[in-house]
């Protein structure tokens, strides 16, 4: 069957299939430019379900905020070359959009049918991972930080006494800079109340058999294992670790100074972390 340059050329823009597939889909269906298109795409998706189980270690972190509300999203993929592909690109700010439009919590089927369309046009493995979605009340703002790599996504909420507290520049600074730090720290918990007591009696238990045979009285190991708990939490939980722009104070001192400053009370409301590949 004798099929047209401009068919396969118009098939091949449509479905970014290479041209002798193109062809070959078009020769299969007798010229049926839509039959064409789904047998590509047929194909396609089983070339991604043959994909299914390999490692979506690459992608982007995509974040939308306007101040008072704000959505991020993790799309990852297999390369890093369809990472910084324009048609990944694309993908990911339209999903953060879509999010942002229909006020999306969560993964929908509508989201992950954007991202299957995309993984079958371009035959690699695909995922959605997590969408994490922030509205403030009156009294609070949100600040963002995407890292350079597109790898590191961070929101921080700040709740304020009065409402010209978040509006001082010190304060939208401090919140940028926590957004920084946490970005740079990756803390696992917002405070030591949020730390699980399971593990923290797991960590007791290990610094007690490090302090076993230390030739010391009892009520002495019994503090040296308190000292240790206590710095270890200062190291996992945000609030106590050392404040990244002066580390001669926690970031809740640090809080509490920038909010005095500005004349009230600073809180944080919530801190959300994304690293790519990382729950």
């Known amino acids: 069957?004798?099929?047209?340059?401009?068919?396969?050329?118009?098939?091949?823009?449509?479905?970014?299939?290479?041209?002798?597939?193109?062809?070959?889909a078009l020769v299969e269906t007798k010229g049926d430019a839509a039959a064409?298109?789904?047998?590509?795409?047929?194909?396609?998706?089983?070339?991604?379900?043959?994909?299914?189980?390999?490692?979506?270690?690459?992608?982007?972190?995509?974040?939308?905020?306007?101040?008072?509300?704000?959505?991020m999203v993790e799309v990852?993929?297999?390369?890093?070359?369809?990472?910084?592909?324009?048609?990944?690109?694309?993908?990911?700010?339209?999903?953060?959009?879509?999010?942002?439009?229909?006020?999306?919590?969560?993964?929908?089927?509508?989201?992950?049918?954007?991202?299957?369309?995309?993984?079958?046009?371009?035959?690699?493995n695909m995922s959605l991972n997590r969408i994490a979605t922030v509205n403030c009340a009156a009294d609070?703002?949100?600040?963002?930080?995407?890292?350079?790599d597109q790898k590191t996504g961070v929101l921080i909420t700040l709740k304020a006494d009065k409402s010209e507290v978040l509006a001082s520049a010190a304060v939208k600074e401090f919140a940028y800079d926590c957004c920084l730090h946490v970005a740079a720290f990756t803390p696992r918990y917002v405070a030591v109340a949020d730390v699980d007591q399971a593990y923290i009696t797991e960590q007791t238990?290990?610094?007690?058999?490090?302090?076993?045979?230390?030739?010391?009285?009892?009520?002495?190991?019994s503090g040296i294992v308190q000292g240790k708990i206590k710095k270890h939490l200062a190291e996992i939980c945000f609030l106590e670790q050392p404040f990244v722009k002066d580390d001669k104070v926690s970031v809740s001192k640090k809080m509490e100074e920038v909010g005095k400053a500005a004349g009230g009370k600073l809180t944080l409301s919530k801190m959300v972390l994304f690293q790519l590949g990382s729950n």
């Open 1 to 24: 069957m004798d099929i047209k340059a401009s068919d396969v050329k118009a098939l091949r823009e449509k479905t970014g299939a290479g041209m002798m597939e193109c062809k070959n």
């Open 140 to 148: 609070e703002s949100v600040t963002s930080y995407v890292h350079s």
């Open 76 to 124: 990852t993929c297999e390369t890093d070359f369809v990472a910084k592909n324009v048609d990944f690109i694309a993908l990911c700010e339209d999903v953060v959009t879509t999010a942002w439009d229909k006020g999306v919590t969560e993964v929908t089927p509508e989201l992950s049918a954007k991202v299957l369309d995309l993984a079958t046009k371009i035959r690699e």
């Open 36 to 71: 064409a298109e789904k047998l590509l795409k047929e194909k396609g998706l089983a070339a991604v379900e043959k994909r299914a189980g390999r490692a979506t270690s690459e992608g982007r972190v995509v974040v939308k905020t306007d101040g008072k509300k704000a959505v």
């Open 205 to 221: 238990e290990i610094f007690m058999k490090q302090t076993a045979e230390l030739d010391k009285p009892e009520n002495v190991k």
